[in-house]
T-cell receptor
Framework: AQSVTQLDSHVSVSEGTPVLLRCNYS??????LFWYVQHPNKGLQLLLK??????LVKGINGFEAEFKKSETSFHLTKPSAHMSDAAEYFC????????????FGQGTTLQVKP | EPEVTQTPSHQVTQMGQEVILRCVPI?????FYWYRQILGQKVEFLVS????????KSEIFDDQFSVERPDGSNFTLKIRSTKLEDSAMYFC???????????????FGPGTRLTVL
């Protein structure tokens, strides 16, 4: 069965320091992987996606993620956190092209301290 | 930039009542989805809808649930007789054409928080 595990429910960093949000997935097929962000009272916004092209994916707002098949990981990173990055982050997998269904991780709350 | 919108933002209802949650997908989108997130749990897929019919549904989406695209712009989720466990945040999403590829981006609305008392 396909699943997504976000290893941290809450991450706290200081402004200007690196961000690492961890995600592991389980999929029988070559999946598509996504990171979404949700700011309070806003919809889920796509940060970036992996669809079997380059394994290092660059997204909006300076975020990037690396697909590592051997580790079944898709961790999200940013070199320098900004206060506006504080939000809920979801790692998401679309298990195969036969389904539009997305499978979500449980979310990671990113806190950015001044 | 076009957005998916959802109304109301918060709905409170009594157990056993019917509720209709409304979504307005982005105008040229063709595939539509509902997801829900019970407090403290993962976002879960409910149903996908294309060409005026359900294309896929989860085990959660039982006979108490139905979806409709009544007028070419709105996409609704109806819960016929709400239960306490239906309390959750409900998200609508849509995909732009051409659709069906594995990397298609689903655009999400802000959600409707449903509270069943």
């Amino acid at each position: 069965a396909q699943s997504v595990t976000q290893l941290d429910s809450h991450v706290s960093v200081s402004e200007g320091t690196p961000v690492l949000l961890r995600c592991n997935y389980s999929s029988s097929y070559s999946p598509s992987l996504f990171w979404y962000v949700q700011h309070p009272n806003k919809g889920l916004q796509l940060l970036l996606k992996y669809t079997s092209a380059a394994t290092l994916v660059k997204g909006i707002n300076g975020f990037e993620a690396e697909f590592k098949k051997s580790e079944t990981s898709f961790h999200l990173t940013k070199p320098s956190a900004h206060m506006s990055d504080a939000a809920e982050y979801f790692c998401v997998v679309r298990p195969s092209s036969n389904t539009g269904k997305l499978i979500f991780g449980q979310g990671t709350t990113l806190q950015v301290k001044p | 930039e076009p957005e998916v919108t959802q109304t109301p933002s918060h709905q409170v209802t009594q157990m056993g009542q019917e509720v209709i949650l409304r979504c307005v997908p982005i105008s040229n989108h063709l595939y539509f989805y509902w997801y829900r997130q019970i407090l403290g749990q993962k976002v879960e897929f409910l149903v996908s809808f294309y060409n005026n019919e359900i294309s896929e549904k989860s085990e959660i989406f039982d006979d108490q649930f139905s979806v409709e695209r009544p007028d070419g712009s709105n996409f609704t989720l109806k819960i016929r007789s709400t239960k306490l466990e239906d309390s959750a945040m409900y998200f609508c999403a849509s995909i732009a054409p051409p659709s069906g590829g594995p990397g298609d981006t689903q655009y999400f609305g802000p959600g409707t928080r449903l509270t069943v008392l």
